[in-house]
Nanobody, 123 residues
Framework: QVQLVESGGGLVQAGGSLRLSCAASGRTFSDYAMGWFRQAPGKEREFVAAISWIRGRTYYADSVKGRFTISRDNAKNTLFLQMNSLKSEDTAVYYC????????????????WGQGTQVTVSS
């Protein structure tokens, strides 16, 4: 079992920045690929970014590429999402997830999920 707790969400103006964190506990954090997903009101949850468990290779949705950066600190069992140049369409609940597969872009690739943190971008 892996427990995930997100933090760092909040209200920010368009063009601003936020840094999300996801603290993991339980199994060995470094064994897992980690991802960020988001769900806006009335929409399905969508992939945002992922980082592999080995070599730390990163993957991004086109909508956030160049603005968001995913990273991980295996020594501190923590995942991060640095979000810059935020837009109103980035408003959503952001979830971190952990999985052992290489299906980084889909929910099915992840076995464990956090409760989510709200990000609201005002225009």
């Amino acid at each position: 079992q892996v427990q995930l707790v997100e933090s760092g969400g909040g209200l920010v103006q368009a063009g601003g920045s936020l840094r999300l964190s996801c603290a993991a506990s339980g199994r060995t954090f470094s064994d897992y690929a980690m991802g960020w997903f988001r769900q806006a009101p009335g929409k399905e949850r969508e992939f945002v970014a992922a980082i592999s468990w080995i070599r730390g290779r990163t993957y991004y949705a086109d909508s956030v590429k160049g603005r968001f950066t995913i990273s991980r600190d295996n020594a501190k069992n923590t995942l991060f999402l640095q979000m810059n140049s935020l837009k109103s369409e980035d408003t959503a609940v952001y979830y971190c997830a952990a999985g052992l597969s290489s299906y980084y872009y889909t929910e099915e690739g992840y076995s464990y999920w956090g409760q989510g943190t709200q990000v609201t971008v005002s225009s």
